[in-house]
């Protein structure tokens, strides 16, 4: 019984390790989140993430993680109809 509690720890630590590193893409999106405007004259060199387009049918809010061409991180949110309309 001794023997499994280190064991225990040690895996309870791994997890605590796993959950305090974040995807790039995630971490990306808990920074400034610009609200997409047709005005904007976006730099997208390279799209890192977008969101899944949920199955329900209205519209609805989706982020979009990409770097511009200096390198730099942006999230963009944006509106999109759901796929859950049928017919699409």
Partial sequence: MKALIPLA??????????????????????????RYDYSMDLDIARVIHTDEIPDVCEVVPIRMVYEDSRG????????????GCGGF
């Fill in 9 to 34: 720890l040690a895996g309870l630590s791994c997890m605590a390790a796993a959950e305090g590193r974040m995807p790039a893409a995630e971490d990306a999106t808990t920074a400034q989140v610009a």
């Fill in 72 to 83: 730099e991180r942006h999230t963009v949110e944006y509106s999109v109809m759901g796929r």
